[in-house]
């Protein structure tokens, strides 16, 4: 099956910072749109960023300016580089992958990343 690894998540001052990682790897598959989410204690997941397979993009109107997603298709992995981070950054960043194996198309998500931005 499909294994997704995230890396990148840290703990950084206000002002500063982090890039994120997700990789996927197993079953050969096409790897459709990719996607950030992130989840703060007590609050319900949101999409933070997202890109389509021809490279389109979006972001939540929070992190327009700010962070910006990416994505390399050869290494099968999707980035966001997160910059002018605030202490509302701080969450559990989760990527999603749209994938499909054969006819087969799910969601598959990461284990999540911890991002804390002090102030």
């Known amino acids: 099956q499909v294994q997704l690894v995230e890396s990148g998540g840290g703990l950084v001052q206000a002002g500063g910072s982090l890039r994120l990682s997700c990789a996927a790897s197993g079953t050969i598959f096409t790897i459709n749109a990719m996607a950030w989410y992130r989840q703060a204690p007590g609050k319900q997941r949101e999409l933070v960023a997202a890109?389509?397979?021809?490279?389109?993009?979006n972001y939540a109107d929070s992190v327009k300016g700010r962070f910006t997603i990416s994505r390399d298709n050869a290494k099968n992995t999707v980035y966001l580089q997160m910059n002018s981070l605030k202490p509302e950054d701080t969450a559990v960043y989760y990527c999603?992958?749209?994938?499909?194996?054969?006819?087969?198309?799910?969601?598959?998500w990461g284990q999540g990343t911890q991002v804390t931005v002090s102030s």
């Open positions: 999603k992958l749209d994938i499909t194996i054969l006819v087969n198309n799910d969601d598959y």
């Open positions: 890109i389509t397979s021809g490279g389109s993009t």
